[in-house]
């Protein structure tokens, strides 16, 4: 159910797609490429500025189960937004299960993407980007962290790092309650997460944000588990706070992420009307 490279037959082809697009597009397009936003491991990312002041801001996190994929393979994302005027900033972070010396789990990561988001905020002006208006959005293991960034709870996150809070996000394909990927045979001891550390990395046990909307996402040709979490978020946080929560026709686990950078795709206009509002 939640392996989604063995329900995907010629999946690869997808990952030999986004790589070759992602240099395109970095050959294309003005870039500021492994910018530093922390100290830790791999606490880099991508910019791809407009030429315009005061724009909105799309911060994208890539997936992967937070144990593969980098933020390299994902600047395909970025030429249908910057056409629009958006500037486009692509997150890196540590993937599990880091090394003996220096573990990486789940939390760690959540904890990196405050960082991201805090020097985003901070620094985005410079390269065109107006700080209160930033979308974060996410692909599976980036759409559990963009909804853990949306929400702001730093008791559940177990950090007292404060960090701006975000109008909205999206989150695609996205894991809303970690504890049953403890029992994923292909997952096993990855993701540095024991019962209480799954509970609290899940976002849809957390209250709902305070501010802000989340739109929720996946593709109708997933497995019923990713249908089932998508689902629950807007279960968890309410329809005020989930407004769009949608299977996507047609789509399946790696296909939904193409969607998301097709300027004809609906998935598309939904990251638009996020951006634009």
């Not at 486009?88 to 960082?115: D, H, K, W």
Request: proline fraction near 7%; charged fraction near 15%.
């Amino acid at each position: 159910m939640y392996n989604n490279r063995t329900r995907v037959p010629g999946f690869a082809s997808s990952f030999e797609r986004w790589v070759a697009d992602s240099r395109s597009a970095r050959a294309a397009l003005p870039c500021h490429l492994d910018q530093t936003y922390g100290e830790g491991p791999d606490e880099t990312l991508d910019i791809f500025p407009s030429e315009q002041a005061n724009v909105p801001v799309l911060v994208f996190i890539h997936g992967g189960y937070w144990r593969a994929t980098d933020k390299s393979d994902h600047s395909f994302l970025a030429p249908s937004f910057v056409r629009h005027g958006i500037c486009v900033v692509v997150l890196n972070y540590a993937l599990c299960p880091g090394t003996p010396e220096a573990p990486v789990s789940v939390l760690f990561i959540m904890s990196q993407m405050v960082r991201a988001l805090t020097w985003t905020s901070k620094n985005i002006a410079q390269y065109g980007g107006d700080p209160a208006r930033i979308t974060v959005a996410g692909h599976s293991a980036g759409g559990h962290l963009a909804a853990t960034l949306l929400a702001n709870d730093r008791q559940a996150m177990g950090s007292d790092l404060p960090h701006p809070v975000l109008r909205s996000a999206l989150s695609i394909s996205g894991l809303y309650d970690l504890r049953d990927l403890r029992h994923a045979p292909f997952l096993q001891g990855e993701l540095g997460l024991d019962d209480d550390g799954a509970r609290r990395a899940s976002p849809a046990l957390w209250p709902a944000p305070r501010q802000g909307v989340l739109y929720a996402g996946a593709g109708a040709d997933e497995s019923e588990a990713f249908a089932a979490q998508n689902a629950l978020i807007r279960t968890a946080w309410g329809k005020s706070v989930v407004p769009v929560c949608e299977l996507l026709p047609g789509l399946n686990h790696f296909s939904v992420l193409d969607a998301l950078a097709d300027p004809a795709h609906a998935l598309h206009g939904r990251a638009l009307e996020l951006l634009l509002a």
